[in-house]
């Protein structure tokens, strides 16, 4: 077994767990040093607004 394949996966179309957690532990330690609150309220969204969470990841921006 390769890091390669730890990582990236044997040919799937998935991310494997593995990586996925480590993205998800990355992206928490980024809201330790940068509040999400913080960051929302710089998008300028008021209430009525209709806001869409596209993307992937586990979805940081859902409030």
Known sequence: MTL????C???K???PAIAF??????????YIFLPL???????GIK????VIDYGCGPGGYLK
């Open 4 to 7: 390669k394949n730890v990582f």
């Open 9 to 11: 996966g044997k040919g």
């Open 13 to 15: 179309e998935r991310v």
């Open 21 to 30: 957690r480590m993205m998800s532990f990355m992206i928490e330690l980024k």
């Open 37 to 43: 609150d913080a960051r929302i309220d710089t998008f």
């Open 47 to 50: 209430e009525g607004f209709t």
